[in-house]
Every structure is written in C-alpha cells, then in structure tokens.
C-alpha cells in the first residue's frame, strides 16, 4: 500500500503553510526579533490562571456537557448583550468550541459541500479557505483592496454571489490587515445579503481590539441575526491561545447540527478552560482595555516606523498587524521577508501567505513589547534604505 | 493625557517624541504636557528602580509601625513632617487601623537603622510606641518582579 494514494486529492491539494522555511530559519538564529506569530505577548492574566488552577485543585476533571457549561454559556450570552447588542439564548444559540477555529469548521462542514461556493475575502486567515477545500465545496476569494482600506464593498459582494453561493466569511477586524468594518460598512453588505439564501460567518475574534470606534457585529442587525454564525473566542481578547476557547452562535438550528459534530469529534472544550473564561468574562475587564491601550501605542509605533522607513502603510484599526506595502523595494513578498531575516535578523510574514492579492505585502505583527518594536522599526529602516 | 502618565510611571525614560509616536498626538502637545504636570507637581520626580540585593552595596530597609499622639488642629501633619524629614526616610504614610504611621527606612546595616529608631524616631514627643521590621527579601517593588525572567514562549505557529 502507499500510504499517499491512500489520502484524499482534496486534502492533498491544500498546500501546507508558506512559511514553515523561515521558522527553520530562525532556529538556526540568535537575537531574532519576531513579529511573525500571531498571538498575545501578553500571559493570560493571574486572576483566570487562578481560576483554572483553582478548577484542578478542587478536581474539576470531568468532561462539560457538550455545548460547554451552561454557566459560561450565560455569561457569553451576557458579554455579547452588554458589549455588542447581540441577544442570544444561553440554552440553544450558543456553542462551545475548541478555540475560534473549531467553530468555522464545523459551521462550514455543517453548511457546505461539493457543488457550493463560499465567498472569501482575501487577504485573510488561512483556515478559511483550508476548511472549505477539506468539505469539497469552492472556494470564491475576493481581492480587498488597500485603496478601500482593506474593506469589503458591497459591489465587490455583490459581484462574486452565484447561485451556488451558501456562505460568505466576513472576518473583520481583520488578521492580516487590521482593518474594520464599521457600522455603515456593514450596512452596505446587509443591503445586498438580507434577502439571500447566504449564511453569513462573521469571524469577530479580534473584536476587542478595535482601536477606532467600537467593535460592530454585522449580526446585530435585526435582519442578519438569524442569518449569521458568530465566531469568537478568548485566545486574543483575554490572552488565552493555548487554552483553546472558543464559541459559535447563531440560529438554533444550525448550532443544533454543528453541537452533534462538536459531540463525535472533539466531546466537549476543555473543563480547566471553561472554567477559567468564566473567571475571564466577570472579572478582566480591566485587563482587556490595558491590553487594547498598550496594543494602540504599539500599533501607532509600528505604522510610524513602517511609514518612516518610507512604506506606504494603511493604517490598521484592528487586530493587532500592520500590513505595509513593500513594492518599492522591487522585492516579492517572500524575498523581502527572507532578506529581512537573513540581513536585520527580523521576522516578519510574506503578504502571499494569506491568498495572493497579498503580493506586495507584508505582515508584521505588533504583539512583542515596545522595546522590541522600536528596534525592529531601526532595523526595518537600515534594510529599507539599501533598498 | 493622563495616558502620558502611565506611560512615564512605567518608563521614565520615554521621551517625549517616543511619547507622542504612541499616543499619535503632536510631539509639542506631549512636551508642553510634561512641562505642566512636572510644574504642577504632579510629577513630582523620576527615579530608577534597583535591585540593590545584586550589587555589593550593604542596604536594609525597615517598615516601622508608629503610634502617635495627634497634636490639637494639627493632627498628624506636624509629627510625620519632623519624621519624614529625615533622609533615612523613604516612605511615610498615615494609615488607618491598629498604628498610625508607617514610616520605611533605609540604611547600610540593621545596626543603622536600629540607631536611628531608638535615638531619633523614640524619643519625640508625641511618638508613643514603635515597632521595627526588618525586610528579608523585596520580590516585587513598584510594581516591578526583580527576579522575573521575560522568556518568549510562543512557539512557531501559522496563523
């Protein structure tokens, strides 16, 4: 038997990531600054890493029911009531995921297949595209544009719906660009999906890391909800990546048919987390604005030091990225990113890695301290005069 | 502006072009911010956090619990004014509950400070009673974890 012939073409065909080669690179390194990896500096803080030591000791080791603790399903329901206007029942509309990304695949296994199309804008999160390759439906990328400030217009939605689309992802704030969608953006693309058979999968997991306004689901209004998955999760608002939490809502029905795909693959998230995030949504408030004020100094340094090095550089309002335009250097995405490793010892991610309108591009992330960053910009600058 | 304020009480190195960068305010607004708060006292002075247990200098510090009589319309001002007008004296609260003052010495040996206890602090007039302890070990000042070691944990992952 050879094993490879025994593996599916449509799981085969989805390439591996892009920059796997830099990270060996950077091994073999010393003194790498890295504003590659896309997570929190930031440690979980002590208060949720209490409760979930807290949770062990008194041997909370049981498996949860399988859409999560109703207790955390409440106060998710009271978060998304108080913070962004989104009513849902703790008891049906909400799920429990392990991290954001267990809930867009099992939206989109639960959703599509062969036959159907889902709408993805680009530059974006990988999983997007991977996660519809896996179930056999197509992937339709829509290029976002930097003269739009990385937004998705409703021409540009409009355009690309057929009558084989199902869903389309709206991922702002957006990783890899930083930007947002506000309310009247959002308003557009309501006009053009409110009387389509389209879910919509608003992936909202950088919401509290909005630095211009207030973060605006697109299921808050009154004619989206019921046609909308919400995906978020605590790996970047609380700092919480390796606890692996997420969460889904939206209309029963379908968070019925994704709970039984939750329920064979995965059970339930993990009991330790469940309890921790319940610490986390009533008592971190303090620390999520320290984190979103300290990321807004980091994100002004950062585009500053982009911008002073003479890239042009859209002003993210997101997330925590900044996504200059390195074209005037001459170099491609990957041997800018590849020269900058090699030359000033600093990582930063090809544009191409998330779709190839992203050619051109850069991604540096601005979660690292701000003695990082400042160096990373000098050093950015010395490559970027040689250039 | 107050955020330029927790920016120094945190780095009072920053400069004010720094400052401005991450506020994204005009660097004069930042200086002339500064200016403001240091002549109205509100900042009152920068200083540097050190872990004098690395070097070789010989240094205590002392926490002492002071009881006090309160002088008539004056209350405790004048009495902590004669007490932290020492220079030995870093630290001096009036505080609520079993004592009254809390005065935090530093001195080159226990020897020191004990000296200063019995023939300065004691014998003032309106000082009731003392009660010296001595630090063992500063883990954590000023919001600051001396022996903390910052690693970067996050692995390479893809995202």
């Known amino acids: 038997m050879i094993m490879k012939d025994m593996i599916l073409d449509k799981i085969k065909k989805v390439p591996p990531s892009g920059i796997r080669k830099y990270f060996d690179l950077i091994n073999e390194m010393t003194d790498v600054i890295s504003l590659g990896v896309g997570e929190p500096d930031f440690i979980t803080p002590w208060n949720i890493r209490e409760a979930g030591i807290y949770s062990l000791e008194t041997g909370h080791t049981q498996y949860s029911s ?209 309890d921790a995030a319940i610490e986390a949504l009533r008592n971190s408030e303090e620390d999520v604005t320290m984190m979103s004020k300290e990321y807004n100094r980091r994100r002004r340094v950062a585009i500053d030091g982009f911008r002073k090095a003479g890239f042009s550089c859209y002003e993210p309002k997101g997330a925590f990225y900044v996504f200059p335009c390195i074209k005037k250097t001459g170099l491609s995405s990957e041997d800018f990113c590849e020269k900058l490793l090699i030359e000033q010892k600093v990582l930063v991610v090809p544009g191409t890695a998330f779709g190839e309108c992203g050619e051109g591009y850069v991604r540096a992330c601005y979660a690292s301290s701000m003695e990082n960053i400042i160096e990373a910009m000098k050093r950015i600058k010395e490559f970027a005069d040689k250039y | 502006m107050e955020e330029i304020l927790e920016i120094l009480e945190h780095n009072s190195k920053a400069t004010a072009d720094e400052i401005a960068v991450m506020l994204g305010l ?29 070097t070789q200098k010989e240094k205590v510090t002392a926490l002492i619990e002071v009881k006090v009589t309160p002088q008539r319309g004056l209350g405790f001002d004048k009495i902590a004014d004669r007490i932290y007008k020492y220079p030995e004296v870093t630290a001096c609260y009036l505080m609520s509950g079993g004592f009254d003052l809390t005065v935090i010495i530093e001195g080159r040996t226990m020897k020191e400070v004990a000296l200063f206890v019995s023939e300065k602090l004691a014998p003032l007039e309106s000082v009731l009673s003392t009660a010296t302890h001595f630090v063992l070990k500063k883990f954590k000042d000023k919001g600051t974890i001396f022996e903390e070691k910052v690693v970067d944990r996050r692995e390479q992952i893809f995202l």
């Not at chain 1, 329901?77 to 799920?95: G, Q």
């Not at chain 1, 409110?194 to 509290?208: A, H, M, P, R, T």
Request: aromatic content about 8%.
């Open chain 2, 26 to 54: 005009p660097v004069e607004e930042v200086e002339a911010a500064i200016k403001q708060y240091e002549a109205d006292k509100v900042i009152v002075g920068y200083s540097t956090l050190i872990n004098w247990d690395k």
């Open chain 1, 66 to 274: 399988n859409a999560g603790f109703i207790e955390l399903r409440e106060e998710i329901s009271k978060y998304l009531a108080n913070k962004f206007d989104l009513v849902y029942n703790p008891e049906d509309e909400i799920l429990v995921t392990v991290g954001g990304s267990e809930g867009i695949d099992a939206a989109l296994r639960a959703l599509v297949g062969p036959g159907d199309e889902v709408i993805i804008p680009e530059p974006s999160f990988v999983a997007y595209k991977g996660c519809t390759a896996f179930t056999g439906a197509t992937p339709v990328t829509i290029e976002l544009k930097q003269e739009d400030d990385f937004k998705l217009t409703a021409k540009q939605l409009e355009e690309a719906i057929t009558e084989k689309t199902k869903v389309v992802i709206i991922p702002f704030p957006n990783n890899p660009t930083g930007a947002i969608m506000g309310r009247d953006d959002l308003y557009e693309l309501v006009q053009v999906l409110k009387n389509k058979d389209i879910v919509v999968l608003s992936d909202e997991i950088y919401c509290e890391l909005t630095y211009e306004g207030k973060h605006t689901s697109i299921a808050s209004f009154p004619e989206m909800k019921d046609r909308t998955l919400v995906i978020n999760g605590f790996s970047k608002s609380f700092a919480m990546t390796g606890w692996r939490l997420g969460y889904a809502c939206g209309h029963k029905d379908l968070i019925n048919e994704m709970k039984k795909i939750h329920q064979y693959a995965i059970m339930c998230a993990p009991t330790t987390a469940q």
